[in-house]
């Protein structure tokens, strides 16, 4: 919907500039610069949050187009843009936040508010799809259930909404009451309470009693019954609503679950509903999905749809596909695997993902599905959506599906379409894409994971795959350890600890990091070309080709005279000067660095040229992890500060330090100095006895598949050297990893136990190159089920534990024929 800026001014608080036009009417909100689409229909809020600060980024968008803003103050680099209109606010997250409560406050509608733990995008999703043809619904965008998503989520609400679904998610106290007053919800679903993001409560109690905020205005709550503390929070908050608290014990409930009877593929569940039998059947067989269709259930019972309907949309429910993977693709192509519905709603944050892993040299080609709409007619839809991938870029469409191909004139003439997913595999091969960017976003219905096979550069059974939103999360964790100021120098060396550096980075970037570290010139050069811009640190410089280092901005290490009077040379041969450099100091690694004795003759040196200029000062601690050696580490900090303060003396520009590393931030936050290292924290690695810091996220997981399943008699001998002995009639399965893919032959014979469908199974018998054998006489499954190496089930410090080594030799070890999955939730 539009609004003239002159009622946003009036409805945030905010005085208007003369000079504005109080007619100009926006329509987008925007709080992410890398969002922009539509200029001049677009308000920019300039949000600040812990890691970044909107601030920075308005000029930038005055000057790619926009001219309406929401912030707290004017940036001097804003100065001169008088043709700008800043409305100035107190917070400019409340300003957004008080904007969407007036909007919703037009709509007299269904509101349906969904929080928990777990389970909120699924129940939302499968909501949409079991009423979507009764209703004109608008929902959150995948996962916009935060402070700053459900105001962007409401945006969304027009006249032709008659109903909407919003997911609420909070992370610390306080935080509900304000989605609550945006939302305002008349219907509640409340799917469980469980550990996740409880970081910020002293209980799950407390979780579910600032969760429970959102239900205060509803008519009806939908939750578990069976769930003591929902249900005792529910009870104490004397909401008077009515209660739809489903049950599987308690025949009184109105809803009572009388019998659930799983399937191979499916489950049938028996139902009373005010004392009304009825039965339905669910494509899925896990408890999660069968408690988030009976919370479905008890939504469509409440609205009344007749039985048979409900009975049959029901057993039609599609997955939730949630994640969004980028992979290696074939000739030299990066592939974006989007298969998280396919409508106009979803398009946008796709389209975000894919423009930050824009570089310059690939082009950019779009395979989608027909687009589904609520509200919109055909030839307005697709006018749209092909508006939508011309603004963001996108240089060739391929359209696949009946109802895109019947708009295909709205798109760009070398556009191709097909009727169907077949016919278009049928006509076309990985041959026709080299050095693109692909994004492929289809509905369920149309396979377009047969098109992601196609493209994939690997194909391999065996696969890492790496949770960026994990990464995120151990950022953040490390974050709120440390003073705002405090900057993060992000580890990625040795390929991202074997998760791979590009995406890594590009993540990192995009939070707020300082700095990217690598540990050798070609990695820095890698990132560079990739599109990273942020600085880079190069830990171990020692080069052949200076002019590299020079042109591509990657700020080397230096730890000796040689490498010192090596950089300078180069660059005075190449005109440099005050080239930033960061100068290694030895206080007791006694690996690399300058010791004491030489701190005057370095001096010198530094001040008789003009070639580097000194950015920061930094050390490395030996025993950060190692409590019962603190006095160790206190001499390293007290040598490091004295070192620092005679090297600072001679200059007169300001010098950043930093000697953190994962297990310092957590011990020493007293030393933080101007930045810190993150290493092995940030991928989800303890670095302290006992599993601290907690809430710690696993990154990479390495995943692999069932290729044959045997039963033999006890007796039998398995693999090479006849090392493995059955000693029961046992069921032995062959997963196609080895020791060419990373897994150390130690690992043979019970040295590792895979997690398969919820069994740690032993391995038996020896390692061999390409596949090792698993006994799984105790676990239920077949050919083709998932198996994990390590990851969330099995920490990879067990097995490092069993090789007498550490994390970081089993994350660097994963061969680089393994293909790296990347993923956002």
């Not at 308690?250 to 489950?267: C, G, K, N, V, Y």
């Not at 936050?669 to 710690?696: C, F, K, N």
């Amino acid at each position: 919907m539009n609004y003239k800026i002159s009622r946003i001014a009036e409805t945030i608080h905010a005085s208007l500039p003369s000079s504005a036009d109080p007619d100009h009417e926006i329509s987008i909100l925007l709080t992410d610069s890398r969002s922009l689409t539509y200029p001049d229909q677009s308000i920019f809020f300039a949000i600040r949050t812990r890691n970044n600060d909107g601030h920075r980024y308005m000029r930038d968008l005055y000057d790619r187009g926009v001219r309406h803003f929401v912030a707290r103050h004017i940036p001097d680099d804003m100065a001169s843009a008088t043709d700008a209109v800043i409305l100035l606010v107190p917070s400019v997250t409340r300003a957004l936040q008080d904007l969407a409560r007036a909007h919703r406050s037009r709509f007299d509608i269904p509101v349906v508010g969904i929080t928990g733990s777990r389970g909120k995008t699924t129940v939302k999703e499968w909501l949409y799809q079991l009423l979507s043809s009764d209703y004109s619904i608008v929902r959150s965008p995948r996962s916009y259930n935060s402070q700053i998503g459900v105001p962007l989520s409401i945006w969304e609400l027009d006249t032709d909404t008659t109903m909407a679904i919003f997911e609420a998610g909070i992370s610390l106290p306080d935080e509900m009451t304000a989605l609550q007053g945006i939302i305002k919800p008349n219907i509640g679903i409340i799917t469980n309470i469980g550990p996740e993001h409880a970081d910020g409560f002293t209980s799950l109690r407390t979780k579910c009693d600032e969760k429970v905020i959102l239900m205060r205005d509803c008519d009806v709550i939908i939750y578990n019954g069976d769930d003591r503390v929902i249900s005792e929070a529910v009870s104490e908050a004397c909401i008077p609503a009515k209660e739809i608290a489903w049950s599987t014990r308690d025949s009184d409930r109105p809803l009572f679950i009388s019998a659930i009877r799983r399937h191979r593929e499916t489950t049938d569940i028996d139902f009373s509903y005010l004392r009304t039998d009825g039965s339905v059947t669910i494509p899925f067989t896990f408890d999660a999905d069968i408690q988030n269709a009976i919370h479905c259930l008890a939504l469509m019972l409440y609205l009344n749809r007749p039985a048979d309907i409900t009975a049959s949309r029901i057993s039609q429910l599609a997955p939730v596909a949630t994640r969004m993977e980028v992979k290696e693709g074939v000739n030299d192509c990066l592939v974006i695997y989007d298969a998280y519905t396919s409508d106009l709603n979803s398009l946008q944050p796709a389209l975000d993902f894919l423009n930050r892993r824009r570089t310059g040299r690939r082009s950019v080609t779009a395979i989608i599905s027909d687009v589904m709409h609520e509200t919109l007619e055909p030839q307005r839809l697709y006018r749209e959506v092909a508006r939508l991938l011309t603004q963001r870029g996108v240089d060739r469409v391929i359209g696949v599906g009946e109802e895109i191909s019947a708009n295909s004139r709205y798109f760009p003439a070398d556009s191709r379409f097909f009727p169907s997913t077949s016919v278009m595999l049928s006509e076309m091969s990985a041959d026709d894409f080299d050095r693109e960017l692909v994004l492929v976003k289809g509905a369920s219905r149309f396979h377009f994971e047969m098109i992601a096979e196609m493209l994939e550069a690997r194909q391999h059974e065996t696969v890492l795959e790496v949770n960026l939103d994990a990464l995120v999360s151990n950022f953040n964790l490390y974050r709120s350890m440390l003073r705002p100021t405090t900057g993060i120098i992000c580890m990625v060396k040795a390929s991202g600890y074997g998760a791979g550096s590009y995406e890594l980075a590009k993540t990192l970037q995009a939070q707020g990091a300082a700095y990217m570290a690598v540990a050798v010139l070609d990695e820095g050069v890698e990132l560079r070309e990739a599109g990273i811009t942020m600085p880079v640190m190069v830990m171990n410089p020692h080069v052949a080709n200076y002019k590299t280092m020079f042109a591509y901005r990657l700020e080397p290490e230096v730890y000796s005279f040689g490498i010192l009077r090596e950089i300078i040379r180069e660059g005075e041969k190449c005109g440099i000067t005050d080239f930033p450099v960061h100068i290694k100091l030895d206080t007791g690694m006694h690996r690399l660095g300058f010791i004491p004795e030489e701190i005057p003759e370095l001096i010198d040196l530094l001040r008789r040229q003009k070639v580097v200029r000194p950015h920061s000062l930094f050390s490395h601690l030996a025993t950060a992890d190692c409590p019962h050696l603190n006095s160790y580490t206190e001499g390293q900090l007290k040598l490091f500060d004295s070192m620092c303060a005679q090297i600072q003396s001679a200059f007169s520009h300001y010098i950043m330090r930093h000697i953190l590393n994962s297990a310092g931030i957590a011990r020493y936050p007293s030393h933080q100095y101007d930045m810190v290292r993150l290493g092995i924290g940030l991928y989800g690695v303890a670095t302290l006895p006992g599993g601290e810091p907690a809430g710690l996220r696993t990154v990479s997981s390495l995943r692999t598949v069932i290729i044959s399943i045997r039963e033999w008699p006890a007796g039998t001998t398995i693999g090479y050297g006849c090392r493995g002995v059955c000693t029961r009639r046992s069921r032995i399965a062959t997963i196609p990893v080895g020791y060419a893919d990373g897994i150390d032959r130690h690992l043979g014979n019970g040295g590792m136990r895979v997690w398969i469908n919820g069994h740690r199974c032993p391995s038996i018998g020896n390692i061999c190159m390409d596949a090792c054998m698993i006994d799984v006489t105790d676990a239920d499954c077949q050919v083709g089920d998932r198996v994990e190496i390590f990851g969330d089930n099995v920490p990879v410090e067990d097995l490092s534990d069993v090789l007498d080594t550490i994390p970081y030799e089993m994350l660097t070890s994963v061969s680089t024929r393994v293909k790296r999955i990347y993923y956002r939730e």
